[in-house]
């Protein structure tokens, strides 16, 4: 039931011929967890055992599994599709039409040892810790959000929204070599993590004229705009100042449908894309920008806690009020 977190002694599962039993050893906990904790996500039924980014070891494997061995260290993509719909038969499979998630409609990976499809898990080159394993599932959701503009390289990129998906967004731009980013947020902590990561382009649209910030793309302006708070402000100023012909890619999810000017969209011949989850090739690409180097992930795992711990946790999440980015639970 919402509200609470149960613990239980279970048998230790056996991998299936397809499998892999991976020892999970981290899990990030995301802002859709504490919808679900809370029972304010829409799409959940309960019990159900959470977890979705997660980083962990190969325990043991079913006779078909190839290409894997005990003790892999690994990352998992936690959708389920049907494979059958016309998405799934187009290469779309991320937009199911019966699209689960592990973690929310079917049970995800809070658990010491988590059977799961070989298909759907990655290696984890040896450069990448465990901790930053972790969070290789949002950083894929950025990958992919850049995607549905294209290629951002020598790119004006504006991202509205400072959160852990708008860093991630940022950064995944910055090593995409576009050429100028300015990202923003109503939150002086998010914005100082956004320092702290390298985006020196940080603007509070609350204290500063945004319209005024933008003058920083020059006067062609942005090539993109990536709405990723969810917000009816954010939305409205990502319209407003769009550059005709240019696009907003909508990454935010919103608990209210917002008004958009479409009156604007039509007038500047505005691409208005959609961003939801990823695809492998998402995952893939985000593996090697993060083995590389090229994404600060220290300075936005804020907090770590024990498996055990998972109830103050999420307290911690639900006291700090926003002043907090990434949770990290450990199982060592």
């Known amino acids: 039931m919402p509200g609470a977190i149960e613990f239980r002694q279970v048998p230790k599962p056996v991998p299936g011929g397809d499998e892999l039993l991976v020892r999970v050893r981290r899990i990030g906990v995301c802002g859709s967890d504490i919808h679900v904790y809370h029972g304010t996500h829409p799409y959940t039924t309960y019990p159900v055992v959470q977890g979705h980014e997660v980083s962990g070891t190969v325990d043991s494997m079913g006779d078909g599994v190839r290409g894997f061995a005990a003790g892999d260290r690994v990352i998992i993509m936690p959708q389920v599709t049907c494979g059958a719909c016309y998405p799934c038969r187009h290469g779309m499979y991320h937009i199911c039409d019966h699209l689960r998630v592990m973690g929310f409609q079917t049970g995800g990976a809070a658990q010491e040892y988590f059977p799961v499809s070989a298909a759907m898990a990655l290696k984890i080159p040896e450069p990448l810790g465990l901790d930053p394993a972790a969070m290789i599932e949002p950083l894929a959701v950025a990958v992919h959000a850049l995607s549905r503009f294209g290629d951002v390289r020598g790119k004006s990129v504006a991202v509205l929204g400072a959160g852990t998906i708008g860093n991630m967004v940022a950064q995944a731009a910055r090593a995409s070599g576009a050429k100028c980013i300015l990202i923003t947020d109503v939150s002086a902590y998010r914005l100082e993590k956004a320092r702290r990561v390298g985006c020196s382009l940080v603007v509070d649209p609350r204290r500063q004229d945004l319209g005024e910030a933008w003058n920083a793309f020059g006067p062609d302006g942005a090539d993109v705009i990536l709405e990723c708070a969810g917000s009816q402000e954010a939305m409205a100023d990502a319209i407003r ?21 479409l009156g604007l969209v039509q007038d500047r011949e505005l691409v208005l894309a959609g961003s939801l989850m990823y695809r492998k090739n998402d995952f893939e690409a985000a593996i090697a920008m993060a ?26 999440i639900d006291e700090a009020a926003g002043n907090i980015m990434k949770v990290i639970i450990a199982l060592d």
Not at 251 to 258: A, I, K, L, S
């Open 241 to 261: 100042l769009a550059r005709r012909g240019s696009t907003v890619v909508v990454v935010g999810v919103f608990g209210t449908p917002p008004a958009v000017d």
């Open 291 to 316: 083995a590389s180097g090229a994404i600060d992930f220290d300075d936005l795992i804020t907090h770590r806690f024990a498996f055990e711990d998972y109830p103050a946790a999420y307290r911690t």
